[in-house]
């Protein structure tokens, strides 16, 4: 009992860090200052895979593979300039594709029809902002096309997911990871080809409160699995 008692302070603890060190990066953003951002974006994914280190008994390879791509987009998208943003986008690229495919081991996804009438909506939607985008060069347009397709897959699996098992706690927090991913992109889109003049001020310190709700959620739900598998 004292060695459990002592292990969920620890992990309390680490999630005390992970919402601390997301604070002072949020913060950064908002009074744009790089030193910080430099320091503080990549330590939220670093604490997350600490804690998921401590807390899981698997230990999946998965998770710190997607966890540190999550690390690597933060870091070239810091300096908000179109080359970087390109290499970002990469980076995101296979971020995304890990998610992805983690994500379908985990819930097992079997049956995909109700995974595509899902994303249809979504499709939709991202194409639509797409296409009244300027300003975009080609190489970013392609990758823009492949990410919407990624976060509609995204989308797709959450809602009929949610929707094929609802009631179960796992999936709550798959819901909540997915309502928050789509959000999130929304806001980065945004603040990248429509208001950049504003986005230092107003759409980055959002993006990033979000970016650190999304990837707690995504633990989250990578812990619930694991435990309910554990069973």
Known sequence: MKIFNKENNLEKLIIGLYFTVAAVEVTAELFSNKAFLFIFKPLISIVL????????IRRNPLFFWTILFSLITNVFFIPNTEKMLFFGLIAFFIHRLLMIYYIIK???????????IAMIPFIFFFF??????????TRSYVILIIQNILISIIAGMTLSNYVMNYGKRENTWFFIFGLLSVTQYFIVFIEKYYLSDLSPISFRPLAMILNTAVYYAFYKFVMSI??????
């Open 226 to 231: 694991e435990r309910l598998n554990n069973n």
């Open 128 to 137: 639509y902002l797409l296409s009244i985008t300027s300003e975009i060069t």
């Open 106 to 116: 985990l819930i097992k996804l079997k049956d995909c029809i109700p995974l595509f």
């Open 49 to 56: 895979m600490v804690l998921y280190w401590n807390t899981s």
